[in-house]
């Protein structure tokens, strides 16, 4: 892996993960290119301000789960191949209803070079420390829909409050929201500002056996 990067869960205990794009539950439906683990990746300096995150969660009875980190470039272009395919329908209900898929990038939802791909943007939620359970946020991840908007019409008062605690979290953090969706943070001082990365999220053979 890169210098400055790191495994997040390595670096912030009890932190809790879903890497949707490792998995067949996101919006292709099958596993991206360049996730080999379903693992979260970020730089040291994202890891260092998610450690903050969490511990301002916590004294609220809540922690944090993460979605998405560091994205390959080849995962995005992984999205955008996909976006010039025929529409099969698998997964439009779930993440993009009422758009076709090329309008995910016309309309912001996904882009052909991705903060994420700097290292130093996180896709995330809470979830309730005394039981687990997610919190009611109004919308999946991955919801390509103006619902999905910070200040959208159409959620409950609770999950406004609980998107605007998330945001409360996260920018007391160092990291700044994402006006299309509730659940993208970005670190506002993040160290590569200019740069996009390639390299594949993968487990080395040495912590695989200890794992396994």
């Known amino acids: ?15 809790r993960w879903d890497a949707k794009y490792a998995t067949w539950d996101n919006f292709t439906g099958k596993p ?8 979260i990746v970020g730089t040291t ?11 301002r969660a916590a004294s609220l009875g809540f922690g944090l789960v993460l979605w998405d980190g560091y994205r390959p470039q080849r995962a995005v272009d992984c ?24 309008e995910m990038f016309d309309k912001g939802y ?3 070079k991705s903060g ?6 996180v896709d995330l939620t809470l979830y309730v420390l005394a039981t687990g359970e997610l919190v009611p946020m ?11 908007h910070h200040g959208a019409a159409g959620i ?8 605007e605690l998330i945001c409360s979290i996260m920018e007391s953090s160092g990291f700044v929201r994402y006006p299309y969706e509730w659940w993208h943070y970005s670190l506002e001082n993040e160290p590569y500002p200019d740069e996009y990365f390639d390299f594949p999220i993968v487990v080395p053979v040495d912590q695989r056996r200890e794992r396994g």
Not at 3 to 13: G, K, S, T
Not at 32 to 39: E, K
Not at 45 to 55: E, G, P, R, T, V
Request: aromatic content about 6%; proline content about 7%.
């Open 45 to 55: 300096a994202l890891c260092s301000a998610l450690d903050d995150a969490q511990k």
């Open 1 to 15: 892996m890169k210098n400055e990067f790191a495994f997040v869960d390595e670096l912030v205990p009890g932190i």
């Open 79 to 102: 999205f955008l191949r996909w976006a010039q395919q025929p529409e099969d329908g698998r997964t439009k209900l779930r993440h993009y209803p009422n758009i076709t898929r090329p």
């Open 110 to 112: 996904v882009a052909a």
């Open 116 to 121: 994420h791909s700097r290292g130093s943007t």
């Open 156 to 163: 409950t008062p609770a999950e406004a409050k609980n998107r």
């Open 32 to 39: 991206v290119d360049g996730y080999l683990s379903n693992r």
């Open 138 to 148: 109004g919308g999946d991840h991955d919801l390509m829909d103006p619902i999905s």
